[in-house]
């Protein structure tokens, strides 16, 4: 799929004006060489050469044409005649040129629709900009996309498409969620079979070529691909019937094989697609109804896989691997007292090599960082002795034995050689000195760290205050933001205005809608047993037929997002406080294997000290002990890479989030940020070592930033206080709230809203009823 933005900036066909051959035309002196073509651009070579061909042929023309003193008519008329043909002629295949290009650019068009389409059917943000946005222009992103003057239609649609792509941070980002519908053990996950259909090899290149050529699924490995690829099964559709039904519940994803469909929305046609193409992917992978109308427009021979063997296929290959490689561990000496996270944690960090029998997988007296577990084959251990030439053969070393440890254990050269000597060749597990080191000092404190001690639940132990409040008893003062679901209020207690608290109104039919259910449970959950000072009170919850309610603590200093708009970005002593507040946070939650997953400065409010707290824990979610999670959840500008593919994320994610966090704090701009969130997701992929970095960020904030946004989860910095940009940082002082804070909101009294934006009204007409019971234990 092409997505040239820049590209289709320049008003077509600019660069070669007709105005040209006017000019060249009226002029009766030789003309001159004509200019040469311009570098880039195919389309516009082709109308180039054919403009070059008339200028030559109106140049001869001139040329030829009786001058006053030869008067010869009747050559005259010949000459004319001949030159009139070519020039016809060429004027006609320019024509012919123009209406291709102008198809051609009309499919481009169509396309480009199709596909910012699909964005804004699963991505809300990419919406075009409604009109309360501008009131939270960012000052730090750029301008507001300028209308190229051309009046030319097809600049002027684009124009209007491109004005519907979220431009970064010009508004506060949403977050995004995907859940699987079912989550399985691992067990049930391995062991799932599907039936395969055969196919030919035409038939399994068009289905691959179609996935890789699909934006949603062309980050899939290819073992995900092969298996896709062996599980569609052959379905056939006759010309006028409806294969995909917007707004239906969709379990079927589809390859083309033969035939034509067209897309429509809303009954208005979008495009028409032909064989090697995916469709119906949407909904599966973002577990939202149809986003469209798929029509046969003739008879359709497709391929299909069905919801449930798709996403097994997404979640099990990580998870495999996982196992796998656990199990591998465990027969390592070294790692045998080792409790299971901890291997668990080992064997994400763990890469695969392959050698050749006579490879030296290792060279005696080599500097060595890494060490390997033998998965696949046999080698052989041979040592050199100082006074020898020869090579003495040691002992042989096969499947789950593990050599190169002295190197992790400090030393630097090699104290053997490992030469790889099974004639089907050997493969290794490989984990390099850094990787291990950090990761096993870093479980052993985790492991030391662990708390379970005050799970209790606080909503029910120390608010006794709230135990016989009603919903009645509430009066809203103002709104103080709006949020996925509903909006989150200011009140009251029965008219006391010396205390305020903040209702979080939810939408129980649009909950259900987006099948945010189960998250919506687990933030009511994990914010009200949270005990910490940097992280938002839940005092009670209430529910009525349309919402849920939550009360919580008030934070009245505001948004820091708002703080950090008006101000631009914020030095690095301002960054070293709220990121050590939230370091904190997530130390709190981390430790008892809570994970955050919505890090943004959205989500951080000032109380009225100045002191940052977190709130929002719709995408928190308590973790089984060294075990990972797949929702596809957070918001795009902060989202790690595991995440975006696929491949399954822990409490690392949050540290990632961290790091771009700590250089949006810097610089008023997420590091990762992209003109949609695909192009984001893209730019993520390429890691932090693309991204190039202001001069106003310190080298230790950078290098700090860096090892956040390590791309390997694994080899993220978890211990962030130890790190030098926080070197003389009083620790002691935040938790203890006496280290004075950058920035002290002004509050005048508890129902002070001056720190927050203005909201209209809800407009909004009141949801339905939901009396169906999923939310009995909220
Ligand atoms: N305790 C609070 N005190 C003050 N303001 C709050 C509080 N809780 C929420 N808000 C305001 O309401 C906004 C929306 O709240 P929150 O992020 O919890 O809602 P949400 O529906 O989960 O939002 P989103 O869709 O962005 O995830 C916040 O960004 C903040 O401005
Ligand atoms: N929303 C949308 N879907 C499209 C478009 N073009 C093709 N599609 C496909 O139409 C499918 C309808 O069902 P899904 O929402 O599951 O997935 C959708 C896409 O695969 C388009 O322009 N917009
Ligand atoms: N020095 C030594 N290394 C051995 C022997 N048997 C297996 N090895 C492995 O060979 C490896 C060579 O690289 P290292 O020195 O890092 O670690 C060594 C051990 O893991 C042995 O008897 N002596």
Known sequence: ?????????????????????????????????????????????????????????????????????????????????????????????????????????????????SHLDMFQSVFPFSNPVSPTATLHHHPASPPPFQQPPSQNLVAKSLTSLLDGIARPRKQRAQGISAEPQSLSTIQELSQKKFPTYPKNDRSRELIKGAILDNDFMKNLESTQIREI?????????????????????????????????????????????????????LAILYNCKRTATIKAATDCKLWAIERQCFQTIMMRTGLIRQTEYTDFLKSVPIFKDLPEETLIKISDVLYETSYSAGDYIIRQGARGDTFFIINKGKVKVTIKQSNSTEEKYIRTLQK?????????????????????????????????????????????????RY?????????????????????????????????????????????????????????????????????????????????????VKLYKTFKDQKYLYMLMESCLGGELWTILRDKGHFDDSTTR???????????????????????????????????????????????QNGRKTWTFCGTPEYVAPEVILNRGHDISADYWSLGVLMFELLTGTPPFTGADPMKTYNIILKGIDAIEFPRNITRNARVLIKKLCRDNPAERLTEV???????????????????????????????????????????????????SGWDSNF
């Open 1 to 113: 799929m092409r997505l040239f933005f820049g590209q289709w900036c320049i008003p077509w066909p600019g660069r070669k004006k007709p105005t040209t051959i006017t000019g060249v035309a009226t002029t009766s002196s030789p003309s001159p060489p004509p200019p040469p073509p311009p570098e880039s651009d195919d389309d516009n070579d082709s109308i180039s050469s054919a403009i070059d061909v008339v200028l030559a042929v109106e140049d001869s023309m001139t040329r030829a044409l009786p001058s006053d003193d030869t008067p010869s008519a009747e050559m005259a008329t010949s000459v004319d005649a001949q030159d009139l043909k070519t020039l016809l002629e060429s004027k006609d295949k320019i024509i012919r040129n123009l209406e291709t290009l102008l198809q051609d650019r009309d499919s481009e068009i169509q396309e480009l629709r």
């Open 229 to 281: 690829v062996d599980c569609m099964y052959p379905v056939e559709y006759a010309a006028d019937s409806v294969i995909i039904k917007e707004g239906d519940v969709g379990s079927i994803v589809y390859v083309m094989e033969e035939g034509r469909v067209e897309v429509s929305r809303e009954n208005k046609y979008l495009s028409t697609m032909t064989s090697g193409k995916v469709f119906g992917e």
């Open 400 to 448: 789950g034995d593990f050599f190169g440890e002295k190197a992790l254990q400090g030393e630097d050269l090699r104290t053997a050689n490992i030469i790889a000597c099974d004639p089907d060749g050997v493969s290794c597990l490989v984990i390099d000195r850094e990787t291990f080191n950090q990761l096993i000092s870093g479980l052993d404190e985790i492991r030391t």
């Open 451 to 535: 708390k379970d001690d005050d799970v209790a639940g606080r909503i029910s132990s120390t608010n006794k205050e709230f135990q016989n409040l009603k919903l009645s008893d509430l009066q809203v003062l103002a709104t103080l933001g709006v949020g996925g679901f509903g909006r989150v209020e200011l009140v009251q207690v029965n008219n006391d205005t010396s205390k305020s608290y903040a209702l979080k109104q939810m939408k129980k039919s649009q909950i259900v809608e987006t099948r945010q259910q189960q998250h919506i449970m687990s933030e009511k959950e994990i914010m009200g047993e949270a005990n910490c000072d940097f992280i």
């Open 577 to 623: 406080f709220y990121t050590g507040c939230v370091v904190e946070a997530f130390d709190y939650l981390h430790s008892r294997n809570i994970i955050y997953r919505d890090l943004k400065p959205e989500n951080l409010l000032l109380d009225i000290t100045g002191y940052v707290k977190l709130v929002d824990f719709g995408f928190a979610k308590k973790l």
């Open 721 to 771: 206080q130890k790190h030098k940009w926080f070197d003389g940082f009083n620790w002691e002082g935040l938790r203890t709230r006496t280290l004075t804070p950058p920035i002290l909101p002004v509050v005048r009294s508890a129902i002070d809203t001056s720190n927050f934006d203005n909201y209209p009204p809800d407009a909004d007409s009141p949801p339905p009823d939901d009396n």
